[in-house]
């Protein structure tokens, strides 16, 4: 199933990140380093799970400060270490919400890494302004690893 998008429903993301590709990439695979990361603000990563393989799935689970669970799966579409991962999206809280499409590309800068990130197939702007302030988020806790 191909997920397309208008580009005004796509997220659009570029950080630079302290550390060299491989290291920025295998933050985005390895469950010990998504459950440092990969759960915005004040959010905790509750579970983690990784088959890291085209059409392998990935389940992670937030749970909210006041204990709410957000449970997240996905399936890995690309995965070309350390220059890009791409992998479905959709939340298992939320069945009504269509799959959407994350692209990360790992660029490297001679030992910094600047990652951009697409999220694209929302159906709406505020799907796609929620997602962002997601990103938002975890990216500071990913800068923090290295």
């Not at 199933?1 to 550390?19: G, N, Q, T």
């Not at 990361?37 to 400060?65: C, F, N, S, T």
């Not at 996905?74 to 692209?103: M, N, Q």
Request: proline share 5%; aromatic share 10%.
């Amino acid at each position: 199933m191909a997920i397309r998008s208008e580009p005004r429903l796509e997220l659009r993301l570029k950080r630079v990140f302290d550390a060299a590709p491989d290291r920025v990439f295998r933050a985005f695979i390895e469950p010990e380093a998504l459950r440092r990361w990969k759960a915005p603000g004040e959010a905790e990563v509750a579970l983690v799970e990784v088959d890291l393989r085209v059409g392998g799935r990935y389940r992670i689970h937030m749970r909210g400060k006041d204990g709410t669970l957000y449970r997240l799966t996905g399936e890995y579409r690309e995965i070309s270490p350390p220059t890009r991962l791409s992998f479905t999206w959709h939340w298992e809280t939320d069945p009504a919400e269509k799959e959407t499409l994350v692209t990360v590309d790992f660029r490297d800068l001679g030992g910094r890494t600047e990652v951009s990130l697409v999220h694209g197939g929302f159906t709406d702007e505020a799907e796609r302004d929620g997602h962002g302030r997601g990103w938002e988020g975890c990216f500071p806790k990913l800068a923090a690893i290295f």
